[in-house]
């Protein structure tokens, strides 16, 4: 008799691993997206959402990855460090997802790392820092340490004597903030005073500016996103303080008409910041692959939302671009992927060229893997190359 109940049992198992066997390979790749589709950087996670959807229904037109489809599970954080922790878990947990693309906001970023990472699941941060736990996460975006250097010999080819520093208060703004400090010095470039604020809710920023107006900087550093970017550059035109403006790469995060529309023309026009070069692709030589690539993503773009993606919102392609690396990574890790056997596969990239206009270069010790910022101004309301 018990020789017969553990045969059965035995039956019931391997049917049970049989099912589950069939029913894994019949059913779609699960990717979740954690990411800010309400908020003061709604329009990263909605852009960002668009471009990632887009790559998906490409790859899923195509046949999928080994025969199988890719599912999108978007969920909004609404731009509130509270709420990501519940939702990944619900990511994690609920779903099971395989992989995870965002938060954008470095905050949410840190509060999810050490889960994703004993879930072992891969997880595509939206910000440009990578979390303090990050053996599971990879950075699609130009870093700190990318954009400083670029940043610093940018303002001293242009005469910089002195600068200020104006930075947000979420870890990814101080990350920056203290990089841009450190590699000024670095470059014998003076810093004679820095400031902060909170970028979701400050309104008044004539404090900090009639300081950097008093010590006499020349040119403002700003980190930090939305709104408060073009009430900044209004506020210095309103107390006549001329220095020029070199904004972060999300500066532009609210829209460039949006920047106009808040701060004025006059006060907007001239103001440098940090892109990728999909925000200035055509200014590249049609015979640059990436004048190709990335008008080819912009009809495609076109075609599926019935506009172009704006060129100050390097989010759309990044997103995009992360799509493709996962269907890449999946494709190296085989049908039966797992989050260990995703990692392993996306530390095996090199030299991917995506529609950012940027090189991704992963490695197992190496997981922000972007190089090529350069640096853009905002002429006549529009965004140009500074060559």
């Known amino acids: 008799m018990r020789i017969r109940r553990l045969a059965q049992a035995m039956l019931t198992v391997a049917l049970s691993i049989a099912d589950t066997s069939a029913y894994g390979a019949d059913q779609p790749y699960k990717i979740g997206m954690l990411s800010s589709f309400s908020g003061y950087v709604a329009n990263m996670g909605l852009g960002g959402r668009d471009g990632l959807m887009l790559a998906v229904d490409e790859i899923n037109k195509r046949g999928g990855v080994n025969g199988r489809m890719i599912k999108i599970i978007p969920l909004n954080d609404e731009s509130d460090a509270t709420k990501g922790v519940p939702l990944a878990v619900s990511l994690l947990e609920g779903e099971k997802v395989l992989a ?62 002195s600068v200020a520093i104006l930075s947000a208060i979420d870890v990814w703004a101080r990350t920056l903030a203290k990089t841009w400090a450190d590699e000024a010095e670095k ?53 006549g303080y001329t220095a020029n403006v070199f904004g ?28 990728a070069p999909f925000s200035v692709w055509d200014a590249f030589p ?45 494709k190296r890790a085989g049908p039966d992927a797992t989050g260990a056997t995703l990692k392993a596969a996306l530390e095996s990239i090199q030299g991917y060229q995506g529609v950012l206009g940027v090189s991704f270069n992963f ?22 190359l500074v060559k």
């Open 363 to 384: 490695s197992p010790e190496h997981h922000s893997g972007v190089s090529g910022v350069v640096v853009a101004q905002i002429k006549d309301g529009k965004v140009v």
């Open 187 to 239: 470059q014998g470039l003076k810093v004679v005073a820095a400031e902060s604020y909170n970028s979701a809710t400050d309104k008044n920023f004539i404090p900090q500016l009639s300081k950097f107006k008093s010590a006499g900087a020349d040119w403002i550093l700003v980190t930090g996103a939305g709104p408060a970017a073009g009430l900044i550059l209004k506020q210095k035109a309103e107390i």
């Open 248 to 275: 972060s790469t999300v500066f532009p995060v609210a829209g460039i008409s949006t920047l106009v529309q808040i701060g004025g023309p006059a006060a907007v026009d001239g103001t440098y910041f940090a892109t």
């Open 100 to 161: 995870v693309v965002g938060p954008v906001r470095s905050d949410i970023v840190e509060a999810v790392a050490p889960m994703m990472e004993k879930s072992q699941v891969v997880d595509m941060v939206g910000s440009t820092i990578l979390p303090t736990k990050h053996n599971y996460a990879f950075a699609t975006a130009p870093t700190p340490e990318e954009e400083a250097p670029v940043a610093i010999a940018f303002l001293k080819k242009s005469g910089a004597k």
């Open 286 to 330: 049609p015979e640059d692959p990436r004048y190709k690539a990335i008008g080819e993503f912009r009809e495609a773009f076109k075609a599926k939302y019935n506009n172009y993606p704006e060129p100050g919102h390097w989010w759309i392609a990044q997103n995009y671009d992360i799509g493709m690396l996962l269907a890449e990574a999946i």
